[in-house]
């Protein structure tokens, strides 16, 4: 079946810094990916959905420029916390799909911790 | 918004089968039923979908009433590895489009 593949799984950086997140579709042309937020013992919160090749589309609340999403290929995208603060600490998780494509396909998600 | 309700938490006995259930009494006719599982610290894995006709996959079984305002996702022989949060989702359109949205989801847990 059709694997996203998320990195890292786990992350701890110090506040102040950026990361990045990257997923990737290893069988499939991902033209669309979603990427959401899960804070502990809470559901899954859309943060934004990118297309291949065009900005990404933001839900309310989201800040844009915190959260630099890349779609330049139709098999990666990047999410990048920029300037992490203790509060970005969350489980971040992608999914994606595209017109090949059965459904949506989860990455395995990435735990960022921020210190 | 979640246009779903679902029970925070249920358990089940190993073996036996798991009934979930699920309210969406404001679904749209173009809106399809979907379900998804997210065991810890996973990402969501999916499950099964529907319009108005049961379905049945080799993981489950999708029960929705003919109103179409409530469904039941069924596995019919919970194991250990089946305790995860279940979601239960309505999106409109083909199966590939729209936002999932994601809602509280019922937590199984399977006892031996």
């Known amino acids: 079946g059709a694997v996203v593949s998320q990195h890292p799984s786990r992350v701890i950086c110090k506040s102040g810094t950026s990361v990045k997140i990257e997923c990737r579709s290893l069988?499939?042309?991902?033209?669309?990916m979603f990427w959401y937020r899960q804070f502990p013992k809470q559901s899954l919160m859309l943060m934004a959905t990118s297309n291949e090749g065009s900005k990404a589309t933001y839900e309310q609340g989201v800040e844009k420029d915190k959260f630099l999403i890349n779609h330049a290929s139709l098999t990666l995208s990047t999410l990048t916390v920029t300037s992490a603060h203790p509060e970005d600490s969350s489980f971040y998780i992608c999914?994606?799909?595209?017109?090949?494509?059965?459904?949506?396909?989860f990455g395995s998600g990435t735990r960022l911790t921020v210190v | 918004d979640a246009k779903t309700t679902q029970p925070p938490s249920m358990d089940c006995a190993e073996g036996r089968a798991a009934n979930l259930p699920c309210n969406h009494s404001?679904?749209?006719?173009?809106?399809?039923v979907y379900w998804y599982r997210q065991i810890h610290s996973q990402g969501p894995q999916y499950i099964i979908h529907g319009l108005k006709n049961n379905e049945t996959n080799e993981m489950a079984s999708l029960i929705i009433t003919e109103d179409r305002k409530s469904s039941t996702l069924i596995l019919p022989h919970a194991t250990l590895r089946d305790t995860a949060v279940y979601y239960c989702?309505?999106?409109?359109?083909?199966?590939?489009?729209?936002?999932?949205?994601f809602g509280q989801g019922t937590t199984l847990q399977v006892k031996p």
């Open positions: 069988d499939f042309q991902a033209t669309t």
């Open positions: 999914s994606g799909t595209g017109a090949d494509q059965y459904g949506y396909t």
């Open positions: 989702i309505v999106k409109p359109g083909s199966s590939n489009t729209g936002k999932l949205i």
């Open positions: 404001t679904i749209s006719g173009n809106e399809y």
